[in-house]
C-alpha cells in the first residue's frame, strides 16, 4: 500500500504539466514513425497521459479560478482499490495516485455551483482529454486502429462514470450536497 506523501503545490503542478505536454508530444511525434505499431503504442500512451496528468491540474485551475486555496499535492491510494474489482481494484491499491488536497475554509465559503464545477473538473478531463489522440488518429492509423483507441476511450468514460459516483469525484459531490447551495 501507498502512504501519503505531501508534495509541494509546484511540483505538482510541474508534474501535471509536463505529463500533458509529454502526451501532445507523443501525438504530434507518432506520425513520424513509419511502423503502425509505434504509432499505435505512442496515441496510446498518449491517452493515458492525458487521463491521468490533467486531472489535478483541472481540479487545481477550475478551484482556483474558483476561489479555492490548495494546500499540497499528495501521492496517495487510489478510490478504486475500495471497489473491490478483483484484479484492478489489486493494481489501484498498489500504484501511487497524484491528488490535491483542498484548503476546508477556502473550500466551505464557494457556492454550491463552484463546489461541484471545482469536483466535475477532474473526472470530466480524464474523461474527455484522451479523445484528442483518437482524433489525431484517424489520419494517422488505419481505421481499425483508431477503433480500438475509440473503444479504449469510450471504456475510461465508462468506467468514470460507473467509479467516480462511488469513490471519485462525483461521489465527493454527493457528498457536499448537503450543504451545497444550488
Partial sequence: MVRDANIP???GNIVGISG???AVFLIYAAPTFTSVLIRFILYLISMACLIFFPHCLAHFVVGSLMGVHFKH???SRSGIARLGIPIISDLASRL???SIKIDRVSFSTLSGRARVAMFASGALCSMSLPFVSVVWSLDELPVSFSFVLLMICLGNVLFEIYYSPKSGDFSRIKLEKNSLRL
Fill in 9 to 11: 503545490l509546484w511540483i
Fill in 20 to 22: 500533458t505536454c509529454f
Fill in 73 to 75: 499535492y499528495s501521492l
Fill in 96 to 98: 501511487p495516485l497524484l
